[in-house]
């Protein structure tokens, strides 16, 4: 049977660009403004089937990117959906053909404030545009076209990657067979905009930040560490930490030196420092904003004269408090307003945010389910079969 | 597996579904009957249901159903967003009976309602010479473990139906394995209803014009 067979990983993979919008053809942006050329960083796993009818999207978080599964060449860590991507998972590729790519406005691979600006030939740094997610979207769009592909099977993602799924069906819709947003929301409230408010303050006060011209200095690397800090807190629950680190030191007895006591400091620490040695602090920026500028709430997800009618699947997560299950349910709303065709299932996990990387074996199921369910109709669910 | 080797209850409900028909099932299960009307009668469905096993049982079988109670399942539907709203074995497990036949009513041309009867034989034996909670076979449960909430006959839901200006349109009377013919409030284990507050000719004929429609479209 396919389900027992062992799960693998796609293996070694080659991260991949496209450049498109050359000059004078470049991207319109959503809030005015041009950008061009545009280079997008994808990587792909899987086949694309003769009738190009099996692709699927996947749409990254703030801080991640292309490599979404298998591994480049000379690194040990996977993908960042390693467990959802790969043969016999859940986007499986022995079916499917799995697009990844990164954003524009990021920094791995794809334009953004830290590219170089061809017309100075210095890198963008707040020169660059301000980005949306529809501008990520409409960018996607066009390596989608590179692709061949007229319209996706599903297009899916969690967080800001969930953002772009909601984007593309209001965006695409004819575009789009399925949906799956998971822990996310249709608009930031107050409280996820104050979180990227402190976050963005924090870069913006280190002095090493420069006004965004830090490029030949190097990163404002404590103010984007203190950044990332925060975002940890904010991805993890009260029972994750709880059972991450408890109370627990790092070394028998407090310093009374403003050290890293608790082992929770030490890991937020670790995190931050990490972070700065891999994400550009523009990029945070620019990104953090685009997510707070994000807003298909009031019946712009689906219009009420619509084209198509792509299908739902919605996830949210029992103690995820920085997208919680009432954001959900509002797409939800949504969705019944419209009559459209949707699940959604609110998952128990103990790990806050973070639970769509890491809380693997509903996630893996539902989609799954549902993937076949879009792919092959109701005749070929094996539900009774076994 | 077909219909035929489903349970009896659902069995009749899904006689009583038009093809093509766009269903909304409150308290849907593990999705046992959406499956076999989505599959082989066409029809348009949608779930509602409260617990996570059975919501990844409806997953599995291809099934479009929400993370939710059915009290608050209901307000976001347009009015008449579909011909059939069905509420089986779910109604006597809410106190606000009367809302959600009244939204049912609001979102679904019909309604499908189906209950234990209280008033079976067996479950006034238990009542009146043992002294003891009524347990049948279609009430299952133990008086401290039941999800039922509200208890009532055949004869209640029929006053109540009367009260509240509801048409009967078909009424079924289910003893455990066929239907019962003769004095179903003493016989009957469940009941089913089939429901509408506006008049049934009207609900037909929607149907059927959204049906040429469908079939325009698969040409």
Known sequence: MSQMKKKQSVGPVQTKYVTFAEPPNELSLELGGKLGPVTIAYETYGELNSDRTNAILVCHALSADAHAAGYLEGENAPGWWEDMIGPGKAFDTDKHFVVCSNVIGGCKGSTGPSSVNPATGEPYALDFPSVTIADMVNAQRHLIDHLGIEKLMCVAGGSMGGMQVLQWVASYPERVRSAIPIATALKHSPQQIAFNEVVRQSVMADPAWRDGNYYAYGQPEKGLALARMIGHITFMSVQSMEEKFSRRLKNVKYDFKFGADFEVEGYLRYKGDSFVKRFDANSYLYITKAIDYFDLSGGKLVPEERKADPRFLIISYRSDWLYPSVQSQEIVRELKMRRMDATYCELRSTYGHDAFLVEMDEQQKLVRHFLDKTFQGYEVVKAYDS | ?219
């Open chain 2, 1 to 219: 597996m077909t219909a035929d080797t489903l349970r009896l209850d659902y069995r009749i409900i899904y006689d009583a579904v038009e093809p093509g028909a766009r269903v909304l099932d409150l308290g849907c299960g593990n999705g046992d009957l959406l499956y076999f009307l989505a599959r082989d009668k066409q029809a348009k469905v949608q779930g509602i249901e409260l617990n996570d096993e059975a919501i990844y049982q409806c997953v599995r079988k291809g099934l479009s159903v929400f993370n939710s109670d059915i009290k608050s399942g209901l307000v976001e539907y347009p009015d008449q967003s579909f011909d059939y709203v069905i509420l089986n074995q779910s109604m006597q497990e809410v106190t606000n009976v009367d809302f959600i036949i009244q939204e049912s009513l609001r979102v679904g041309r019909k309604v499908i309602v189906g209950f234990p009867n209280f008033a079976y034989i067996a479950a006034r034996f238990m009542l009146s010479f043992r002294g003891k909670a009524p347990m049948t076979k279609a009430l299952p449960h133990l008086w401290y473990d039941t999800p039922n909430v509200r208890c009532l006959s055949i004869a209640d839901f029929k006053n109540f139906c009367r009260e509240k200006k509801l048409r009967i349109l078909k009424a079924y009377y289910l003893g455990s394995e066929k239907l019962v013919e003769f004095w179903p409030n003493l016989l009957a284990l469940n009941a089913i209803f089939v429901l509408t507050g506006a008049g049934e000719e009207e609900a037909a004929s929607h149907i059927a014009a959204r049906r040429l429609d469908m079939k325009a479209k698969s040409c």
